[in-house]
């Protein structure tokens, strides 16, 4: 090892915007859904930060799956592909609820698969919603995107 410190990587603001979405949508499905449980707001935050690394994790996983899929020229790779992307789409909740089991145990339920998948999408829904709407352009903006 030459000594040298990697570069850390630096929190991008929209990685904290998206935290605090995963907080609120948590905190609804907690209120709203009787097999969706936390102890606490803490336990609760903690769980965002880690649905936001388990799903980032996810995310890009998926990415690769479907540029695969896309580089794929035979119907045997896009068959494969396919199959890969359902059963990381699938086998993602089971991976968040071990996950938080693991982490959390008792403290934090998710529910089980039809719960946490209907969480999840909630959470990206409105991940992407927030995001957008930050990112629109203002009304009367004297700038423009290209």
């Given at each position: ?11 991008a ?35 965002a ?16 799956l ?80 290209e």
């Amino acid at each position: 090892m030459t000594g040298l410190a990697r570069p850390r990587r630096r929190l991008a603001a929209a990685d904290v915007v998206d935290v605090f979405v995963y907080v609120v949508v948590l905190n609804l499905a907690i209120e709203y859904v009787p097999s969706v449980i936390s102890e606490t707001f803490t336990v609760s935050l903690l769980t965002a930060v880690l649905l936001k690394v388990v799903l980032e994790v996810v995310v890009g996983i998926k990415s690769r799956l479907r540029g695969r899929l896309r580089a794929a020229s035979t119907v045997g790779g896009k068959a494969i592909a396919v199959a890969m992307l359902w059963v990381l789409l699938v086998g993602s909740k089971f991976v968040v609820l071990e996950v938080v089991d693991l982490v959390f145990g008792d403290r934090v339920s998710l529910g089980g698969f039809v719960p946490v998948t209907l969480l999840i999408l909630a959470l990206l829904l409105a991940r992407a919603g927030v995001r957008r709407l930050v990112d629109a352009p203002s009304v009367g903006s004297s700038t423009t995107r290209e």
